[in-house]
């Protein structure tokens, strides 16, 4: 019997690592596993991982990465139908966003399909914070790190500042949609340019030192000493 598993979400630092996590769970059930770009997926390519028998008897598995998030097109949907013709195997997708609901229902309802939702808090945390409020500031990041990876957190953030900056162009703010417009340019009028960029350049320095490992504290205590001073 063909076994689907797909890993997909927004939340793609949590899903990569429990899709990282399965894929050495089959490799420790001594499967045969083949990881490869959806982009080079091929009809011969699945033939040769679940068409032909191993050399050793073992079982047979392929991970494809951020393959149904391509684009639509006939090769697409004709190599998903192909691939839907096996009876052995495991397949293991990993898309590095969500996948649409139209995506999920053209695999059998026996499939196993992970979605990693960002949690509320991290936007919370992301829409909130603004100027001379450090405890409250402090409070709602210490709620988003409880339940999201350091790394992203950060990611996020940098997005978040780099944003406020562009929405004080009038020129960027008329390219996004009215519900983001309106939001951003709300939160960015909390803070001066300057104070932006000063914040900016701090996100930049907090990155230089965590990868070259020059300074005393990590990720989560650098950013709780920026936020304190914003």
Known sequence: ???????SGEDFVSSRKAYTEYLGQLREKDFELIVISGKDLTKESLTGV?????????????????????PKS?????????????????????????ISK????IFPSASVIKNFKLPEVLFSFLEQISPGRPEENLKSFQSAI??????????????QVRQLIMAKSSRWLETQSPWLRVKIQKQSQKFSLEELKSIYQKLLQIDYQQKTSSSPL???????????EI
């Not at 019997?1 to 890993?7: C, D, G, N, S």
């Not at 006939?74 to 969500?98: A, D, H, M, R, Y």
């Not at 990590?218 to 304190?228: C, F, T, W």
């Open 74 to 98: 006939q090769e697409k949907e004709s190599l998903i139908k192909f691939l839907l013709t096996f009876l052995e195997g495991e397949v293991v997708f990993w898309e590095v966003k969500e």
């Open 50 to 70: 679940l068409g032909s028998p191993s050399l050793f008897g073992k079982k047979k598995a392929l991970s494809i990465e951020n393959f149904l998030s391509l």
């Open 146 to 159: 409880l339940q999201t990876d350091a790394n992203f957190l950060f990611l996020m953030f940098v997005r």
């Open 1 to 7: 019997m063909l076994k689907i598993t797909v890993f």
């Open 102 to 105: 139209t995506e999920k229902e």
């Open 218 to 228: 990590d990720l989560k205590s650098s950013l709780e000493v920026l936020i304190a």
